[in-house]
């Protein structure tokens, strides 16, 4: 647990954090006394839990929904978050999934771009739209939600999610260097096998098994096992002099 006033007067965007490991990410700036922008997912209709909907009328969150899938999409998220924060401290691009497991031979052309869209160019678009406001902040952290597979591969028919997630790894690392100067920090959280509904979509329950044997740790990670890794990258009180990192949060899957 953080100190509650850690995120006191900071502005933070938290992406795809109606459910996972982004609303527990959220839940956490929030606990530390951040004004947090949720972007609540796809719809209006996600049932959100309690805390948020308490911390959206105290004022303390802002929820707003965008489809990044859309053509405008990211775009006209960031303005309406534009109209909210003058500055931001936080930027936290998270939403993302695999939309499904494609075998190389049958992924079709919508398929490649719906994975790239979301997972990749969503996060160029963002960033590059909430610039200004991230720069005026002096001292702002972008913390960008990659996968241990960007580094494995990932497993059958996840190429080119594993693929898109290894492109917001190096772009994360080429910013961190152009940024720099700006007093802008860029780092990335890389989780492993986390229990979301993310599997729930896209692995049977034998894979997981398998898997959570093979974790050094005997356990499959959980998104309050991940969330604490976003503050600490995002607090330049604690982590002020790291930019350009990757940290894998696996229970010991990967180690190298
Ligand atoms: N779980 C894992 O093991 C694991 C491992 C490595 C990396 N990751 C990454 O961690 C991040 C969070 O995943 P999670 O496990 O928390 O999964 P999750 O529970 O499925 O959450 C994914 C989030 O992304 C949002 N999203 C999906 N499609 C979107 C779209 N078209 N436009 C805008 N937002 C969209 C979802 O909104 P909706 O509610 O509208 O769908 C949801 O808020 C993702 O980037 C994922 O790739 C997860």
Known sequence: MFHPKLFENRNVIVTGAGRGIGLEVARQFLDCGARVLVHTGRNRDRALPDFLLTAESERRALLLPANFLQPGGAAAFAEQALEFF?????????????????????LTDADYETIV????????????????????????AIVNTVSISALTGGSPGSAIYSASKAFVATYSKALARELAPDGIR???????????????????????????????LQRLGTSEDCAPAYLFLAAPS???????????????????
């Open 86 to 106: 003058d500055k931001v401290h936080v930027l936290v691009n998270n939403a993302g999934t695999m939309h499904g497991r494609f075998p190389a031979g049958e």
């Open 117 to 140: 869209q979301l997972n990749q160019t969503s996060v160029v678009e963002l960033t590059r739209a909430l610039l200004p406001a991230l720069r005026a902040a002096q001292g702002a």
């Open 186 to 216: 860029v780092n990335c959280v890389s989780p492993g096998t986390i229990d979301t509904d993310f599997h729930a979509r896209y692995s049977s329950r034998d894979k997981l098994e398998q898997t959570r044997k093979s974790i050094p």
């Open 238 to 256: 604690l982590s002020g002099y790291i930019t350009g990192q990757v940290l894998e949060i696996n229970g010991g899957q990967l180690i190298c």
